[in-house]
C-alpha cells in the first residue's frame, strides 16, 4: 500500500485524496461512489461488511416498498372475531411480535396488535380479553413509496410496521422496519445457517441439516427417499406443497422415515431445515 508519511502521519495517498476530492462534488453520480468503496475494499482500507453496508444504504433511496413487501397472501393476520385460545395459539406458533389485525377480511384493517400487549392482557386480565382493546393504530403507505423515506417515517413515528396499499386503496401486504434493514445489513447468520451452495450437513448428534433449495432427485439419493412432484424441483418446494403453505420455523413433517423440521424460515422463503430419523426421535422423547 503506498503510504504518505510526511508530518508524521501514517495514510494512504492516492484513494483517499481521490475520495476526498469526490465528496468536495468532483464525483459525477452514484456509481462513481461505489467505484471508490469498491477500490477501498479491495485495497483492505475498509472491511468487506462494511462494504456490504454502504452499498445496502444507497440502495434503500432506490429502491420502493413494492420490492421487499410482504405480498398479500403470505401475510399473517389474526382475525379479531376470534376466540381468544386461538389467537394465542397463532402468536406463540408464527413467532412474530406484530399482527394485523382484519375485520371482514384482509382489505379490512382494523389495527396492528403486539404479541407483548396481548401476553401482559392475558397476565393482567380478570375478564374476558377484548383484542379490540389492545389494537395499535395502522400506518398505511403506498408500494411506490421509496424506502429512505420509509425508514425516516419509521424512526419519527416509531412504527415497525406499515400496511401497503395498491393504487386502488386495497391491502397489497405489509412491510416492517426488519424488511428495510435487511436491505441494509443483509440476513443475520445463526446455529442453523449453512453456506448456500452445501446441500447437507451432517451434524454430530446424527441428525442432519438440508438446504431447502437441495433438488429433490439429490435429497432422495441422499436419505434414500423416494419423493417426487410434478410441480417443484426441491426439498423446500415439496415441503410447502405438503403443508399447504409457507413453512414456518418450528413445523414439522413426517415423510417416509424422516422427521423434516423447519429450523430457518422468513415470511418470504424457507432456508434450512433438520433432519433426522423418525425411529430416533421417538427414541429420544
Given at each position: 500500500?503506498?503510504?504518505?508519511?510526511?508530518?508524521?502521519?501514517?495514510?494512504?495517498?492516492?484513494w483517499?485524496?481521490r475520495f476526498?476530492?469526490?465528496l468536495?462534488g468532483?464525483?459525477?453520480?452514484q456509481?462513481d461512489?461505489?467505484?471508490?468503496?469498491?477500490?477501498?475494499?479491495?485495497?483492505?482500507?475498509?472491511?468487506?461488511d462494511?462494504?456490504r453496508m454502504?452499498e445496502g444504504v444507497?440502495?434503500v433511496?432506490?429502491?420502493?416498498?413494492?420490492?421487499?413487501?410482504?405480498p398479500?397472501p403470505q401475510?399473517?393476520?389474526?382475525?379479531?372475531?376470534?376466540?381468544?385460545?386461538?389467537?394465542?395459539?397463532?402468536?406463540i406458533?408464527?413467532?412474530?411480535?406484530?399482527?394485523?389485525?382484519?375485520g371482514e377480511?384482509?382489505?379490512?384493517?382494523?389495527?396492528i396488535?403486539?404479541?407483548?400487549?396481548?401476553l401482559?392482557?392475558c397476565r393482567?386480565?380478570?375478564r374476558?380479553?377484548?383484542?379490540?382493546?389492545l389494537l395499535?393504530p395502522?400506518?398505511f403507505?403506498?408500494?411506490?413509496k421509496?424506502?429512505d423515506?420509509?425508514?425516516?417515517?419509521f424512526?419519527t413515528?416509531?412504527?415497525?410496521?406499515a400496511?401497503?396499499?395498491?393504487?386502488?386503496g386495497?391491502?397489497?401486504?405489509?412491510v416492517?422496519?426488519?424488511?428495510?434493514?435487511?436491505v441494509?445489513?443483509?440476513?443475520?447468520?445463526?446455529?442453523?445457517?449453512i453456506d448456500e451452495?452445501?446441500?447437507?450437513v451432517?451434524?454430530?448428534d446424527?441428525?442432519f441439516?438440508?438446504?431447502?433449495?437441495?433438488?429433490?432427485e439429490?435429497?432422495?439419493?441422499?436419505?434414500?427417499?423416494?419423493?417426487?412432484d410434478?410441480?417443484?424441483?426441491t426439498?423446500?418446494?415439496?415441503?410447502?406443497?405438503q403443508?399447504?403453505?409457507l413453512?414456518?420455523v418450528?413445523?414439522?413433517?413426517?415423510?417416509?422415515?424422516?422427521?423434516?423440521?423447519?429450523?430457518r424460515?422468513d415470511r418470504?422463503?424457507?432456508?434450512t431445515?433438520?433432519?433426522?430419523?423418525?425411529?430416533s426421535?421417538?427414541?429420544?422423547e
Amino acid at each position: 500500500m503506498n503510504e504518505d508519511r510526511s508530518n508524521g502521519e501514517t495514510r494512504p495517498r492516492s484513494w483517499w485524496m481521490r475520495f476526498t476530492q469526490a465528496l468536495r462534488g468532483e464525483i459525477e453520480d452514484q456509481e462513481d461512489l461505489l467505484d471508490l468503496l469498491r477500490q477501498a475494499s479491495e485495497r483492505q482500507l475498509i472491511e468487506s461488511d462494511a462494504l456490504r453496508m454502504m452499498e445496502g444504504v444507497l440502495r434503500v433511496g432506490e429502491m420502493q416498498v413494492r420490492d421487499i413487501m410482504i405480498p398479500r397472501p403470505q401475510m399473517e393476520v389474526v382475525e379479531i372475531d376470534a376466540p381468544i385460545e386461538e389467537i394465542i395459539e397463532h402468536v406463540i406458533e408464527v413467532g412474530h411480535s406484530r399482527f394485523p389485525v382484519i375485520g371482514e377480511g384482509r382489505d379490512d384493517i382494523r389495527g396492528i396488535l403486539l404479541a407483548k400487549d396481548l401476553l401482559r392482557a392475558c397476565r393482567n386480565a380478570t375478564r374476558a380479553v377484548q383484542i379490540s382493546q389492545l389494537l395499535r393504530p395502522v400506518t398505511f403507505i403506498p408500494e411506490s413509496k421509496y424506502l429512505d423515506l420509509l425508514l425516516e417515517e419509521f424512526r419519527t413515528n416509531r412504527n415497525h410496521m406499515a400496511i401497503v396499499v395498491d393504487e386502488y386503496g386495497g391491502t397489497a401486504g405489509l412491510v416492517t422496519i426488519e424488511d428495510v434493514l435487511e436491505v441494509i445489513v443483509g440476513d443475520i447468520a445463526d446455529e442453523h445457517d449453512i453456506d448456500e451452495d452445501t446441500m447437507v450437513v451432517a451434524r454430530e448428534d446424527g441428525q442432519f441439516l438440508v438446504n431447502a433449495l437441495i433438488p429433490l432427485e439429490e435429497f432422495n439419493e441422499a436419505f434414500s427417499t423416494g419423493l417426487a412432484d410434478a410441480d417443484v424441483d426441491t426439498l423446500g418446494g415439496y415441503v410447502a406443497m405438503q403443508l399447504g403453505h409457507l413453512p414456518r420455523v418450528g413445523e414439522r413433517l413426517a415423510l417416509d422415515d424422516l422427521d423434516i423440521q423447519v429450523v430457518r424460515a422468513d415470511r418470504r422463503r424457507v432456508y434450512t431445515f433438520k433432519i433426522a430419523r423418525r425411529s430416533s426421535v421417538t427414541a429420544a422423547e
